[in-house]
């Protein structure tokens, strides 16, 4: 015998974006911090998201770093930041500055 109706009826409704796995909505959060590489003061300035946590049917998602502006004495020097290729590391001091893990 045939069911008139779907035994189940289920439907998944993801996350829109620029919100949290929960459906609550979340601005990144701006900051501007002075971190010391190689023995070099860089200000750093941009946006950071902080990590969203796991549950039984999501994995979860790191904190993520967006910089806008690398200074050094009022100076761009995303240029300087490019050739070095010290992204990884800029992002790495700024996740802890922000006690976040560093992935």
Known sequence: ?????????????????????GGLPFTPMRFKETI??????????????PAERGSYDYPGSPAEVYVTRYEIGGVDVSNLIDAADWYEEIDREILKAMEEPAL
Do not use: W
């Open 1 to 21: 015998m045939k069911p008139s109706r779907p035994l189940c009826q289920c439907s998944f409704n993801p996350p829109a974006p620029g919100s949290l796995a």
């Open 36 to 49: 010391h590489l190689h023995d070099v003061a860089i200000d750093v300035t941009g946006e950071y998201e």
